[in-house]
């Protein structure tokens, strides 16, 4: 199929494109890498007047070390994110989450705004988000505001932005000098998006405390940040029965559905194995 009839801008600034957004009302949709957008618009699942797109404004794209942050333009492509030696150093959790992402050519036309905005909770980068307490900057006819990964996913592909708000950066914090990290995913071919997976954290402070963040994708409606299970680990240490336990806890935290691609308690069984996985191998335990 194709698209139903739109208006179609290219603004060269943030503020333009702003005033687009707001000149529609709520009725134009930011284009970015086209990934998810395009394939809703042919299918017609989305019908807007208008498409801003914002691939030619260059503010939008950019890495940047700030203050123990990482900071994204909201453009940044998720292939440049894959090679970047900034993200290899400073978040190596995003990088690996990276290479879970579709294939070369989608990666190279993704965007990490893209991905958070669209809100698909099976994607690997909201679940990233989400672990390592990640924020966006967002900006609309009202200005500019941050919102934290967890006020931002409200449920499936809808965020708590309102229609006529930009995400113009997303920022991460770096993670600690020599934390281990996990994405561990079950998908039924490699590309596909993940039936279930699981971001993991794993460091320690030089008082030997242990810090864990673990956030689901794929079982619920949005990504869920694994408190219970993280305090499990962090009161009892790296265990074989500590992570048995924090995986089990992890199961009962997340909230799945069933659908055409798996059943509630499949994805629920997944979120087990895949959260002892994911510790065991971010806080480097071999298996026993
Ligand atoms: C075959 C295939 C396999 C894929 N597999 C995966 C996968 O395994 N994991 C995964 O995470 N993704 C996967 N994707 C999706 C891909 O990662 C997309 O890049 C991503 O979901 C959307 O990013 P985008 O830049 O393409 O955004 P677009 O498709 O351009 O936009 C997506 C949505 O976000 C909105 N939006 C985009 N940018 C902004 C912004 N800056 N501010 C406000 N709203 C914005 C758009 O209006 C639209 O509603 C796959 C896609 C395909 C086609």
């Known amino acids: ?34 990934q998810s957008l395009m394939p809703m618009l042919n299918f017609r699942l989305a019908r807007p007047a208008a498409l801003v797109d914002v691939n030619r404004i260059p503010a939008l794209a950019y890495i940047r070390e700030d203050n123990g942050s ?47 905005a669209h809100a698909d909770p099976s994607a690997e980068y909201p679940a990233v988000l989400t672990a390592l307490g990640g924020e966006v900057i967002v900006q609309g006819p009202r200005g500019r505001r941050t919102v934290k990964a967890g006020d931002l996913f409200e ?17 991460l914090p770096a993670m600690p000098t020599g934390a281990g990290h996990a994405f561990e995913e079950f998908a039924r071919r490699h590309g596909d998006f993940a039936i279930a997976g699981i971001a993991a954290m794993v460091a320690r402070t030089d008082a030997g405390r242990l810090t864990v963040r673990l956030a ?60 002892a996985r994911a510790v065991r191998r971010a806080g480097g335990v071999g298996k026993t």
């Open 1 to 34: 199929m194709k698209p139903a009839r739109f208006d179609y801008h290219a603004p060269a600034t943030i503020d333009e494109a702003i005033a687009l957004l707001a000149r529609y009302g709520g009725d134009a949709k930011v284009l970015a890498g086209g």
């Open 70 to 116: 990482v900071a994204f333009g909201a453009m940044t492509r998720q292939r440049t994110i894959e090679f970047s030696p900034v993200v290899a150093a400073r978040l190596p959790l995003l990088r690996e989450a990276t290479r879970w992402v579709g294939h070369l050519p989608i990666r190279s036309r993704g965007t990490i705004g893209g991905s958070i």
């Open 155 to 171: 449920t499936y592909l809808t965020t708590t932005l309102a229609a006529d708000e930009l995400v113009v950066e997303v920022r």
């Open 216 to 275: 689901s994708a794929g079982a619920g409606p949005v990504p869920i940040r694994l408190r219970a299970a993280e305090e499990i680990l962090e009161r009892d240490g790296l265990t074989a029965p500590a992570i048995e336990a924090a995986a089990a806890r992890a199961a009962e935290l997340v909230q799945p559905d069933s659908d055409v691609h798996a059943s509630a308690d499949y994805r629920r069984h997944l979120t087990r194995v895949l959260t």
